[in-house]
RNA sequence: GCGGCGGUCGUCUAGCCUGGUCUAGGACGCCGGCCUUCCAAGCCGGAGAUCCCGGGUUCAAAUCCCGGCCGCCGCACCA
């Protein structure tokens, strides 16, 4: 098979200090890796851009919110992660095989076995005498593993049980009520947030794309189903096309994914939420940005049984890798309502949103009236007690009185009271505002993955050296400047460009070796320009700026250094804008 | 968790089978010096290794044995 390029590309990393494994002097802890100044570098940068594409061009509706990584497990009783994120696992005796006890049970009994605990299954097992499905041998006690990882609140609150959240939706849902209000009670409303998350994995192999920790990125998305206002979807996804894999051709063994704008996609039934649609929209651009070229990524729907416990259609974005083949690096989620309603129901806060009518909806109730001045007649001085009986009943109540009492008075506090006070008469209101639970698309990204697969796109292998291939807006250092030999005065002037670059990007200094082995040096790291002072700069008062992935020079006057460089960086192409171009020196 | 394979300067590796001559050799990289006017030239010098950890066998362990840790592959897991 040799060696793949995940194994080129981590070892690259890893030797260039983007990333190593954490916790190395104490043997290493799988799942969990450090990052390097070049990692911190381009995962910022990645992050921002994704900030870019997802909320700063939708600043207008979505908003940006942070929330703790430590969580009461109230939240995740609600959330229904505390019951769907535990596995039981059970080994056969004879072969060793690992199975998920509840699909052995539920395959073999046909019969649902949600939230059982351990024991029971165990007992299932036993009772019904299942077997190892392979070899058919004895199988061993039912394990659980949590995939949560667990902690408590306080030092002396053993029984406040916390976990490290798994995703950050529920700090966006928990949240829902008091942002909608910020936004002026307005939908469509995006919340987001970039946060660390945790998932106790079982065993991660694989590396920096399977961690325990990590960062995620997610907008939950919400919005009234019955008035999407997904213009966006028509007016800026009908051109391009995204490529996805249906559940249904995965169920028949197709693996051939189809190729479709989103607007069609959604127009069509194929995803089922126009925001999820538009998000798989910029989704598919922002990994473009990233490195990856059309064809290369599609969006595979999850078969019903692979779904998460709370949504209801999920595309997984996957992108073409050397070693699996692919790998996911964002989820879609068509979480419906089913988080707001579990918190309403677990916190019973109101986390309804508020739709305008048209047209008023017209609402019939029943309602109770009574004579005031015939109480006062009756009852005189006692009057106020029968007020105060009346009013601390509450009207069902009392409707219920009225009509189960037989005769012509009913007794409230003791108190008899006769039915003609009363007048039972069916009212009609109008209302103009109806209560609803929005609906919710949730496009998710892991930070680490984006790095791995900007890395692997970026890693170019020629002749017998390496070029990293960033797009400039990752590239984690932008500019490296270099005097052409190491004498004086060229280094003098080399470092006074260095100084003035420094007060804006990321800069590399180079001295020492040849200039051959300093652009060697600087496209080994990512840098998309390098800068050169040679002798004709000291008499000349310019410089040259070398492009990376074309090794094109041109030279440009110190003064038009920062603009030139500017351009550059936001993808110009500087060689058609009229500085002298130089194909080779020689 | 199970089974297979592996772990030696920063990196790649020689040595392990057949214990001693290994105060562990080399290359790349790194540091210092010389040289160098455009795509990893050359020369000189230097620093750099708990041989993964612990225990055992032995006069003697990088080398043999046991246990552990970590990694890779397969089973399983991966919302």
Redesign the pocket.
């Known amino acids: 098979m040799g060696i793949s390029k ?1 194994e080129k590309v981590i ?1 690259y990393a ?2 260039k200090g983007f990333l190593w ?1 954490s916790y190395e ?7 969990f890796y450090d990052l390097g100044f070049l990692g911190v570098l381009l995962k910022n940068n990645i992050i921002n851009l994704w900030r870019e594409f997802f909320i700063r061009r939708h600043q207008e509706f979505v908003i940006e919110i942070e929330t703790p990584v430590i969580t009461p497990s109230i939240v995740f009783k609600a959330s229904g ?1 505390e019951e ?2 535990t ?1 039981y ?1 059970v ?1 056969c005796m004879q ?6 006890a509840d ?1 052995l049970i539920e395959e073999k009994l046909n019969v649902s076995i949600e939230g059982l605990p351990a024991e029971d299954l165990e007992r299932l097992i036993n009772e019904n005498n299942i077997r190892c499905p ?1 070899c058919n041998g004895m199988l061993g006690n039912v394990k659980k ?1 949590l ?1 949560l990882f667990q902690t408590y609140i306080g030092p002396y609150s053993p029984e406040n049980l916390a976990y490290l959240r ?2 950050a939706a529920q700090g966006m849902f928990i949240n829902f009520k008091r942002v909608y209000d910020l936004a002026r009670r307005r939908l469509p409303l995006g919340i987001a947030q970039i946060g660390k ?1 945790a ?1 106790n ?7 920096p794309i ?1 961690l325990r920790e990590f960062t995620i990125m997610e907008i939950e998305f919400f919005y009234d189903e019955t008035n999407p206002s997904c213009d966006l979807l028509y007016d800026y996804c009908t051109e391009e096309k995204i490529l996805i894999l249906t559940a249904e051709q995965r169920q028949r063994g197709e693996d051939k994914p189809i190729s479709i704008s989103p607007a069609e996609a959604f127009n069509d039934g194929i995803i089922k939420s126009p925001w999820l649609a538009y998000w798989m929209c910029i989704s598919n651009k922002f990994i473009n940005a990233l490195g990856v070229p059309n064809g290369y990524s599609y969006f595979e729907e ?1 078969l019903p049984n ?6 209801k259609q ?1 595309f997984d974005q996957m992108v073409v890798v050397d ?1 699996w083949g692919r790998v ?1 690096v964002s ?1 879609h ?1 068509y979480r419906h309502t089913y988080d707001l309603e579990r918190h309403i129901m677990f916190s019973k806060a109101d986390l309804y949103a508020l739709r305008q009518l048209k047209t008023p909806k017209t609402i019939k109730r029943i309602d109770i009236q009574y004579d005031k001045m015939a109480i006062l007649k009756t009852f005189g001085s006692r009057a106020g007690e029968v007020f105060k009986a009346i009013l601390t009943t509450s009207k069902d109540e009392l409707l219920k009185i009225i009509s189960s009492t037989q005769g012509d008075n009913i007794v409230l506090n003791n108190i008899t009271i006769p039915k003609n006070i009363f007048n039972i008469v069916e009212v009609e209101e109008q209302q103009w505002v109806e209560r609803f639970i929005p609906s919710v698309s949730e496009p998710s990204f892991g930070a680490e993955r984006l790095m791995y697969i900007a890395l692997e796109y970026a890693y170019n292998e020629q ?4 070029v990293l291939r960033f797009p400039a807006k990752i590239a984690p250092i932008k500019v490296g400047v270099t005097p ?4 004086e005065p060229l280094k003098q002037f080399a470092r006074k460009v260095y100084e003035i670059l420094k007060e804006h990007y990321y800069v590399l200094y180079i001295e ?10 600087a ?2 790291l990512g840098i998309p320009f390098i800068i ?6 000291i008499s000349n008062n310019d410089v ?1 700026i ?1 492009e990376r992935d074309s ?3 041109i030279r440009v006057p110190f003064s038009d250094l920062l603009k030139v460089i500017n351009l550059g960086l936001n993808n110009h192409d500087i060689f058609s804008i009229g500085y002298p171009v ?1 194909e ?3």
Not at 201 to 207: C, F, K, V
Not at 463 to 466: G, K
Not at 532 to 537: A, E, G, K, V
């Open positions: 995940y070892d890893i030797k494994q002097i104490y043997g290493g802890q799988a799942g992660h769907n994120f596995d696992a080994e072969c060793h095989r690992i199975f998920r699909h392979i593993f995939l798994p995703e998350v998932r994995e079982i065993s991660p192999r694989q590396g399977r999850k692979e779904r998460a416990h709370y949504s999920t070693k996911e989820g989620a002749e017998d050296r390496i052409l030999v190491d004498r020492g070796g040849t200039i051959g082995k300093k652009y060697a040096l496209d080994e050169t002072i040679d002798y004709d700069s040259t070398r090794k094109r020079q130089i080779y020196y020689s």
